[in-house]
């Protein structure tokens, strides 16, 4: 008896090994790890990214475009011109007053030449903090309006700089006034929010007179 296929069975087993090698990779059921490889880049490119945004903030803003701002100087800042200061924030008076201070004839009074800016700094920082209201003369010329207060919109610093500045432009000429003034008068202020009128204003400055 022979058998078909007697002969050497070890070739035929390899030969047919070969074929299944050569064949695809069947599909197979089930979920395969993911690489560790893989997994290993992508860790590295998420800490990478996290330490490059933490190394190259942008001063944490997009209104920066430097990545890497200098750093604002320790200890105190440069000291800054209260007439440069004070001229920018001049910007919010010259709707009314005019940027040469003359204001507007029969509506908005002038700085030019006016006691209430050269005189009494505690009264000018009064009219600023809280605002006038009703007829007010000024050089002999009756204004009936109104000036907004300025507490809530600048800091004493930057009070201080437009007083400053008012009372050393267009000819004016006064001593400079401290922050520490705008404060003191801020502070005897802190439950008079009303805006002044000529009367209430006199009653303020008048009787105290412990400034010039
Ligand atoms: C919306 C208009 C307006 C703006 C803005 C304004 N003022 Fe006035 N200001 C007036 C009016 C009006 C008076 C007179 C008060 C009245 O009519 O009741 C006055 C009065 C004054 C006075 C006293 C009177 C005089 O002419 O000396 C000073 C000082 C003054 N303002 C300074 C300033 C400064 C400084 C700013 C900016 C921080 C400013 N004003 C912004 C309208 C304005």
Redesign the pocket.
């Known amino acids: 008896m022979s058998a078909p296929h007697s002969d050497n069975l070890p070739d035929r087993i390899i030969q047919m090994h070969e074929q299944a090698v050569r064949e695809m990779v069947e599909p197979r059921d089930g979920i395969s790890p993911t690489p560790v490889t893989f997994l290993l880049m992508c860790f590295f490119f998420t800490a990478w990214g996290g330490y490059y945004i933490a190394d190259n903030p942008g001063a944490w803003s997009g209104m920066e475009y430097n990545e890497k701002p200098a750093t604002v100087a320790a200890g105190p800042s440069a000291p800054v011109d209260p007439m440069v200061m004070g001229r920018e924030?001049?910007g919010?008076?010259t709707?009314?007053?005019q940027a040469d201070g003359k204001?507007v004839a029969g509506t908005?009074?002038?700085?030019v030449a006016?006691d209430?800016?050269t005189g009494d700094e505690r009264r000018?920082a009064a009219?600023?903090v809280n605002g006038?209201?009703?007829?007010?003369v000024?050089n002999g010329a009756t204004?009936?309006?109104?000036?907004?207060k300025?507490r809530d919109y600048f800091n004493d610093e930057e009070l201080a700089a437009?007083m400053t500045f008012?009372r050393n432009s267009w000819g004016n000429k006064a001593p400079a006034v401290s922050k520490d003034t705008v404060a003191k008068v801020r502070a005897e202020l802190v439950d008079k929010p009303n805006a002044w009128t000529a009367s209430s204003l006199a009653e303020f400055s008048a009787p105290k007179g412990d400034t010039k």
């Open positions: 924030v001049f919010a008076c709707q009314c007053h204001g908005y009074p002038p700085l006016s209430y800016v000018l009219i600023l006038v209201n009703g007829p007010f000024v204004y009936n309006s109104e000036m907004p300025w437009v008012v």
